[in-house]
């Protein structure tokens, strides 16, 4: 990561010591504290405050609290100034804003974006968006999507049918799901323009749907007689291909970025476990030995760690571990249950399940396990679950 100064910004290695976390994470990993300065009381600057503490980049600071940054805003009869001070009032940022503001929040974005951009050069994508699968006594089941703070939402589907297991493809502009629907359970896609395209084969039950890098390339979990396999389809052809011949439950792929190496959950040991497939090869290799449930792996955007769930004590905790098998770190911990972890585009934030008492919840968190807090504000009985996070920003 590339930080204008690195004199400025400490180590994050809550948990982990320097060179583990550096080694399980593939980058040096440095978390910026901020705080407000004069001005940063007004709405608008409160707002920008607000993103930058979300992104999961920089922790924020009270006004009395030593920081590495400070926010201050100045309002002018025409135009509103935003800027960010370092140590001894050097200026990081300076940021002008036309007044009135006609969209408040959209300009909020942008601005924080350009300040995270101006400080690690790398452009944070606060138009991503969440998909996931609710439940409600009002609403019964939908696909839903909201952004990475929880405000916006938009509903994608919402027929009453059970639509489960989203999945976006790589641009962003289409979610795969399975669809229990009157005629039996199949795979279906969604484009966000509303377009609907059933997943016809005829081998079995679709269980899961996943996109590859190829538009007519997808990957299939079915269940044909009682048995779990995953095979390639081709979109165009409706044709099937099939990759794995076990005998055992193989269940919850996930492929690289690169698109040369998947996790998939097997219990071909005699327990449920994680393993690594390399595609072109086949050659595969068990990664989780501790405990006897662990499930729904979910590749890092850099393909050099994965979170999953694991079975802790009658409960299951979201974990990270190295590519290599070398390294497990628990990240969440204490009452209910977390598990369903999805990354972040930027991979600085884990999105997960939280389980308490019969209801679930959308969570976020560091990945080193910190800042924990809800993602969505919904009712109390609405249940959220199998959430994804798009790879590219979406025009809402």
């Known amino acids: 990561m590339k930080w204008v100064c690195l004199a400025l910004f400490s180590l994050f290695t809550v948990n982990l010591s320097a060179q583990e976390y550096i080694e399980i994470t593939g980058s040096n990993y440095s978390l910026v504290s901020i705080g407000p300065g004069q001005g940063a009381s007004e ?4 707002d920008v405050l607000k993103l930058l503490n979300w ?5 924020l600071k009270g006004s009395d609290d030593a920081t590495d940054l400070t926010l201050s805003y100045t309002q002018y009869p025409d135009i509103g100034k935003l800027q960010i001070h370092g140590i001894d009032g050097l200026v990081f940022y300076t940021g002008v804003v036309n007044l009135p503001l006609l969209g408040a929040a959209e300009e909020a974005r942008k601005q924080a974006a350009e300040i995270t951009k101006a400080l690690t050069g790398e452009h944070p994508k606060f138009n991503s968006a ?12 939908q696909l839903v999507m909201t952004d990475f703070l929880g405000i916006r939402q938009r509903t994608l589907l919402a027929d009453g049918k059970i639509a489960v297991l989203p999945r976006w493809n790589p641009q962003s502009n289409a979610v795969a799901f399975t669809y229990l629907s009157d005629f039996g359970v199949k795979g279906m896609i969604l484009s966000l323009a509303g377009e609907r395209e ?3 084969q005829k081998a079995g039950t679709t269980l899961e749907s996943i996109f590859t890098k190829n538009r007519d390339k997808m ?3 079915l269940s044909v007689k009682g048995n779990s396999d995953f095979y390639w389809y081709n979109r165009r052809e409706s044709s099937l291909r099939r990759l794995t011949r076990r005998s055992s439950l193989e269940a919850s792929p996930d492929i690289d970025k690169s698109g040369e190496r998947m996790l998939f959950v097997s219990d071909r040991s005699g327990s449920v ?3 690594q ?22 590749w890092s955007p850099t393909g050099k760690f994965f979170a999953f769930s694991s079975l802790v004590k009658g409960r299951y905790q979201v974990f990270l571990m190295d590519v290599k098998g070398r390294m497990q770190r628990q990240l969440s911990f204490g009452e209910g249950s977390n598990e369903q972890p999805r990354f972040s ?3 600085r934030q884990i999105l997960y399940v939280h389980k308490q008492k019969g209801i679930q919840k959308l969570y976020l968190m560091r990945t080193d396990g910190s800042f924990v807090r809800r993602l969505t504000q919904s009712p109390p009985a609405t249940q959220e679950y199998n959430p994804d996070w798009s790879d590219q920003e979406i025009r809402w």
């Open 43 to 46: 709405p608008f600057a409160a």
């Open 55 to 59: 992104s999961g980049i920089f922790e």
């Open 130 to 141: 969440i998909v996931y699968g609710t439940n409600s006594p009002m609403g019964g089941h």
């Open 198 to 200: 059933v997943i016809r």
């Open 219 to 221: 990957l299939l979990n």
């Open 273 to 275: 476990q994680i393993y």
């Open 277 to 298: 497939k390399e595609i072109r090869t086949g050659q595969t290799w068990r990664m989780t030995f501790e405990g006897k449930y662990n499930a729904e792996p979910a």
């Open 345 to 347: 585009p930027d991979g």
